[in-house]
């Protein structure tokens, strides 16, 4: 174990030139050239650091999906990452790869490319220092996680109802590192509200305004909000109506659901779906539904972070804490069926921001966690 460490914190000058080579390769989730440019990059390195099995996993609908394999074994550890990010085209023009004395910055570094790197050299410690393993190691690097993971979910489940145990590499909670042993589950609807148009200063009294509607609906959608539970919704977009002085003929409004547990789900989500209108000449129609499940912190996840903080403090001298997410991965599809541990990537800030960065210092201290982590389980 110790061997580990010391063999991965000698590697830190070596990790951050292989994450620059991904940061500047741009991928964002919806060009799919860009996206299987870093796909063959991250294949050139896999290839580089640790061998073994690799597939690339043709894709029409996104990038292509890589799916490789470390060790062997009847049963499996799986290990989820993503190379897309949610930067378009061009952002590094302005917004470039640079360290500035412990931050690393660019885009994509804390989310989650420098999550990738740390999986590939801590696969390639195990593999140089012969670390002998009863379980395989599976890691699958997706190409649109940021976009929902709507072509690459099918296969994380597939891989996880074969999988003892899952690893994600998305950034730690906080700039302290903490692991995210739970995580929101995500619903994602739109309300649509059809009532009667008429002028609004000659005849007002004809129609039925769907605006007026709609916010009645907005206030008893948010009147669900139950903090102590965990549960909140937010209509983030509403749009609705042609002019001042036409009475609204049509609204609309998009809706977003965080719940902690699936119970929730099952009793939040009718209330929303079964919303009857206020008066005649109204209606009310809702499409949508779950977009990802919740990570639960069941027994076994429990166990799992128990087993990192022991690891931490005896061998990386610092004392792991974890946290509830607010925020859905693709963890979120894998823990339905194994046990899994989210934010084991990197230690930093701005996900999704123009500061977005990672500290280097931490680099080589995660990367070591889950190599000691594969090392226990495996």
């Known amino acids: 174990m110790e061997k580990l460490v010391s063999f991965l914190k000698e590697k830190e000058i070596e990790m951050v030139n292989v994450l620059r080579e991904l940061v500047e390769l741009e991928s964002p989730s919806h060009d799919k050239e860009l996206v299987d440019q870093v796909g063959r990059k991250i294949s050139e390195i896999f290839a580089r650091y640790v061998g073994g099995p690799l597939v690339v996993i043709e894709n029409s609908g996104a990038g292509n999906i890589i799916r490789a394999e470390f060790g062997v074994g009847e049963e499996q550890i799986l290990i989820l990452t993503h190379m897309d990010t949610v930067w378009p085209k061009g952002t590094l023009e302005n917004m470039p790869f640079r360290i500035e004395e412990d931050k690393v910055y660019g885009p994509g570094t804390f989310d989650m490319k420098g999550g990738i790197v740390?999986?590939?050299?801590?696969?390639?410690?195990?593999?140089?220092?012969?670390?002998?393993?009863?379980?395989?190691?599976?890691?699958?690097?997706?190409p649109d996680e940021e976009s929902g993971s709507e072509t690459s979910r099918s296969l994380i489940e597939e891989e996880a109802k074969k999988s003892k145990y899952v690893l994600v590499l998305e950034s730690a909670a906080s700039k302290e590192g903490k692991l995210k042993t739970s995580r929101k589950g995500v619903g994602m609807f739109t309300i649509k509200v059809k009532g009667c148009a008429s002028h609004a200063g000659i005849e007002p009294e004809k129609g039925v305004s769907a605006i007026d509607e709609l916010a009645g609906v907005i206030k008893y959608l948010h009147s669900l909000t139950d903090f102590e539970k965990g549960t909140t919704l937010n209509v983030g977009v509403i749009k609705g109506g042609t002019s001042s002085n036409v009475v609204a003929a049509e609204a609309e409004a998009e809706l977003d659901l965080r719940v902690t547990t699936n119970d929730e789900f099952?009793?939040?989500?009718?209330?929303?779906?079964?919303?009857?209108?206020?008066?005649?000449?109204?209606?009310?129609?809702?499409?949508?539904?779950?977009?990802?499940?919740?990570?639960?912190?069941?027994?076994?996840?429990?166990?799992?972070?128990?087993?990192?903080?022991?690891?931490?403090?005896?061998?990386?001298?610092?004392?792991?804490?974890?946290?509830?997410?607010?925020?859905?991965?693709?963890?979120?599809?894998a823990s339905q069926f194994a046990p899994t541990l989210d934010g084991l990537g990197p230690v930093g800030d701005g996900a999704h921001a123009r500061n977005e960065y990672l500290l280097k210092s931490q680099m080589p201290v995660r990367s070591a966690l889950v190599a000691l982590l594969i090392a226990k389980l495996g």
């Open 118 to 142: 740390q999986g590939l050299f801590a696969l390639h410690a195990l593999r140089e220092l012969n670390v002998n393993l009863k379980r395989k190691v599976v890691m699958l690097v997706t």
């Open 266 to 333: 099952d009793r939040v989500i009718p209330l929303i779906m079964n919303m009857k209108p206020s008066r005649e000449g109204i209606s009310i129609e809702v499409t949508g539904g779950i977009n990802r499940p919740p990570l639960e912190k069941i027994i076994e996840v429990s166990r799992m972070f128990q087993l990192a903080r022991e690891l931490s403090e005896k061998y990386l001298d610092f004392r792991l804490e974890d946290q509830l997410s607010g925020g859905g991965s693709d963890g979120s599809f």
